[in-house]
């Protein structure tokens, strides 16, 4: 067996400074509860490196095919959905309501007491964002389907990320079994849980968004 301890990346994380990032991250939802995990980690090392949870946006898309496009519009769009924050993703509030295209229109104030204004879907100028996380989980089955969306979804992001100058994460497991992808969500069946790659996708996404910041 190969020594477990050459293989994967080195981070600095005490040098790594988020407080001044904004990040997206865009998720799948097929195989919902290694995707909950990923996000999970992603979240929590974000946060660890201080990331303002106000500076992160959380989409969804049905599944990783989705990915290259929706990361592409979150990136060049030029409204992003305000409030989708890391706060109400682990309360526990779904991100799957379409991106507003208007701003709700207030209701007269003489009406509030009694009728409160309808709920605020606020939009808001596009910011900027330094880098964009895409979380898919592909699990090999039995047709081909696992190959063509393994490849498109590769190519796609790393077609997004070259156009566009935004820093694009692959955050896309393509496991050959559910014992894989659970591992690499460190939420494995057995003893060894294996090592969440979400924790890993988030330093990667400061370290490059502050590195292009500079090559720019
Ligand atoms: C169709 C499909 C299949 C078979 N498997 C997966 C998967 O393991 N992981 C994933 O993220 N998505 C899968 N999908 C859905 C496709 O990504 C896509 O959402 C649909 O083909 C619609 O375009």
């Known amino acids: 067996m190969s020594d477990p301890t050459i293989k994967g990346v080195t981070f600095s994380e005490s040098s790594l400074d988020g407080s001044p990032l904004r990040i997206a991250i865009v998720h799948g939802r097929w195989n919902k509860p290694v995707i909950d995990a990923l996000l999970q980690g992603v979240l929590s090392k974000l946060k660890a490196v201080k990331v303002k949870e106000h500076n992160i946006v959380v989409q969804s898309v049905p599944g990783s095919y ?23 993703l682990l309360g526990g509030l779904s991100f799957n309501s379409p991106l507003p295209s208007r ?65 694009v994460i692959f955050g896309v497991l393509t496991a050959l079994s559910e014992d894989q992808a659970l591992l690499r969500a460190g939420i494995g069946k057995h003893d060894d849980k294996g090592h969440n790659h979400g924790l890993d996708w988030a330093l990667a996404a400061v370290e490059m968004a502050i590195k292009s910041r500079g090559w720019s």
């Open 66 to 88: 989705e990915l290259p496009m929706a990361v592409s519009k979150m990136i060049t769009g030029s409204r992003v959905q305000a409030g989708a924050t890391a706060t109400d």
């Open 103 to 167: 701003t709700t229109t207030p209701a007269p104030s003489s009406t509030t007491a009694t009728n409160p204004p309808p709920a605020v879907i606020a939009t808001m100028p596009s910011q900027p964002f330094d880098a964009v996380i895409a979380i898919g989980v592909l699990i090999k089955g039995q047709t081909m389907h696992f190959e063509y969306i393994s490849d498109a979804v590769s190519h796609g992001l790393m077609r997004v990320q070259l156009d566009t100058g935004v820093p």
